[in-house]
């Protein structure tokens, strides 16, 4: 049958020896700010909060009365781990910012949060009354590792809701994995509501943040839709890997300041409150990570009046800039978005584009790889490379690929194509105002200069097989004059010239005039003989040879002619 948690209701296991919770039925709800939770107090290990719905688990609050909000969590206060979460249901439902949380703030390891739902997980965080965010989170406040998140199904939907992993002491952040078979979709703005929809894990410690993987055939993010790998202290970003075996699609059409789609793995300057509460120093020493996309399409559209979508890796510290790695058949860009690497003081990260058929920049779109000034006149960051493979490359409307650093070197650009259009309004360009300039290469893999070139025969041809043995005797044949030219060997050869070299020296200065003797009669001897007859037949002579003879009489012609044409054999 169903199970339904509401009106602040409580299932509680925490304690010395925290016990596990189990939860089982066809449709389970815990709603209206009630709480499943396991708080472990002790030295031994807590157990675990499984709920199993076989048709569906609702999670989320229906009004804005609790102070509480509705939450599943599994926690470790002590020395003692926590235990795992585990959802297994067909569809998946949290709303009105419920809560799924595994946590250390002692010195206890968190538990992992698994999530299977065959068919659909939807996580909305807001309803008709309600603006709240909704979360499935893992955090570790110590020196403890965070524990890992595992969303598997067929269709995952985000809108204004989020996934975190964070640590904020020593340990090691946890991962975060999302694999949906058909598609994934976060959005951030909707209905008028104002927010981001972020999947990221992150550090605000010593301890690396975790990484974050997703697979699936379909992945869009819409309007504040952010995928990514953060670090504001010394722990370096995690990487950041998608595997969408159909597309790639990142789109903001609503102009809100400071909210657009991105997928990132970034190093940030810590504000003040996040200095206060972390202990953060205010210039960053940690490293961006990676990110790793390999796609079918590849599509990142801003909006027109100003928001830019875009994929970035960054260094806002004195660490290196992160690496971003594309693989895609197609890759287009339009209405400013932008494939960004940059960096404030260390090491530029670099962009690789492995493109199968063609990479098109429109309307101010970006591919850069840069010294990031962040508002500052000056910095010493080099900006990173960029390498393109891709059959054709196209920039129009005012595009750039660009390299380009302050104090620092301009970075290399090698694009590598069988065609490259660049529009007058657009550029690329490596350069450096005080450092080196980059170098620009352009590469054609397969320029081949025999091309076009025909490979003759070098055996003749048998004489016997040229001529045709079956001459009708009616028929007249023809030969014509075609020049010093000659005819070209195939339709697609140019006609060789029939120009022959003459001597155009001036020689007027080496002629004599004489005067012409007397004795030379001036007018011109009468030619008295006959017309020159054009030849108009032939014949075969007892040498056995061919002679072109001239018949007046077209009928005596005939007389000339055997049954064959054949060549006499000898």
């Known amino acids: 049958g169903n199970i339904q948690l509401t009106e602040s209701a409580l299932l509680d296991t925490s304690g010395d ?184 894990a992150a550090s605000f410690g010593e301890g690396n943040g975790g990484n974050v993987e997703v697979k699936t055939a379909r992945l869009r993010l819409a309007d504040g839709g952010v995928i990514g790998a953060s670090a504001f202290g010394k722990g370096n970003a995690g990487t950041v890997t998608i595997n969408a075996s159909e597309s ?33 120093d205010p210039i960053p020493t940690a490293d961006a990570g990676q990110i790793r996309i390999n796609t079918s399409e590849l599509t990142i559209s801003g909006d027109p009046d100003g928001q830019d979508a875009e994929i970035r890796v960054r260094n806002q510290g004195i660490g290196d800039g992160g690496e971003l790695f594309i693989k895609a058949d197609t890759i287009n860009l339009n209405y400013g978005a932008s494939i960004t690497s940059s960096t404030f003081s260390g090491k530029g990260g670099d962009i690789t584009l492995d493109i199968t058929n063609g990479l098109l920049l429109r309307n101010g779109s970006t591919i850069t790889a840069e010294a990031d000034t962040d508002g500052e006149a000056e910095n010493n960051g080099n900006a990173g490379n960029i390498t393109i493979n891709s059959n054709l490359v196209t920039l129009m409307e005012g595009s750039l690929i660009q390299t380009d650093a302050n104090q620092g070197n301009g970075g290399n650009i090698s694009i590598t194509t069988q065609g490259l259009f660049v529009f007058p309004d657009s550029a690329i360009t490596a350069s450096s105002e005080f450092g080196v300039d980059g170098v620009i290469s352009i590469n054609n893999p397969d320029s081949d200069p025999a091309n076009g070139l025909i490979q003759l025969p070098t055996e003749l041809r048998d004489r016997t097989q040229q001529i045709a043995k079956g001459c009708r005797w009616t028929a007249s044949s023809s030969f014509y004059i075609t020049g010093r030219g000659g005819i070209p060997q195939d339709p697609s050869a140019m006609v060789p010239g029939g120009q022959i070299l003459s001597d155009v020296r001036d020689i007027s200065d080496l002629s004599i005039v004489r005067a012409i003797p007397e004795a030379f009669d001036s007018k011109p001897e009468t030619n008295t003989k006959a017309p020159i007859v054009e030849a108009n037949a032939w014949i075969i002579n007892e040498q056995g040879n061919v002679e072109l003879v001239a018949v007046v009489n077209s009928n005596q012609a005939l007389d000339f002619l055997r049954a064959t044409c054949a060549i006499k054999e000898d």
């Open 248 to 280: 790639i699609t990142l789109l903001d059409t609503l102009p809100t300041p400071g909210i657009s789609s991105n997928i990132s793995s970034r190093v940030a300057l810590p504000g003040l409150l996040f200095q206060r509460l972390f202990g953060l």
């Open 17 to 200: 020896t925290a016990g596990s919770i189990r939860i089982r039925g066809a449709t389970i709800t815990v709603g209206d700010n009630s709480i499943v939770l396991t708080q472990n107090e002790g030295t031994q290990r807590a157990g675990n909060t499984i709920i199993h719905g076989t048709e569906s688990v609702i999670l989320g609050e229906n009004d804005a009365n609790g102070s509480i909000n509705t939450f599943v969590a599994n926690l470790s206060i002590s020395s003692g781990d926590g235990g795992d979460i585990e959802i297994i249901t067909k569809n998946l439902n949290l709303f009105g910012g419920a809560n799924v949380l595994a946590s250390t703030f002692g010195s206890g390891t968190p538990g992992n949060i698994n999530i299977e739902a065959s068919e659909s997980v939807d996580m909305i965080g807001f309803t008709s009354t309600l603006e709240n965010d909704s979360n499935i989170n893992s955090l570790t406040f110590s020196d403890a590792p965070a524990g890992n998140i595992t969303i598997s199904t067929n269709h995952l939907k985000l809108a204004l809701a989020n996934i975190f992993s964070f640590t904020v002491g020593e340990g090691k952040g946890g991962n975060i994995s999302l694999n949906a078979r058909e598609s994934i979709d976060l959005v951030g703005l909707l209905s008028g509501i104002k927010d981001d929809t972020v999947v990221s």
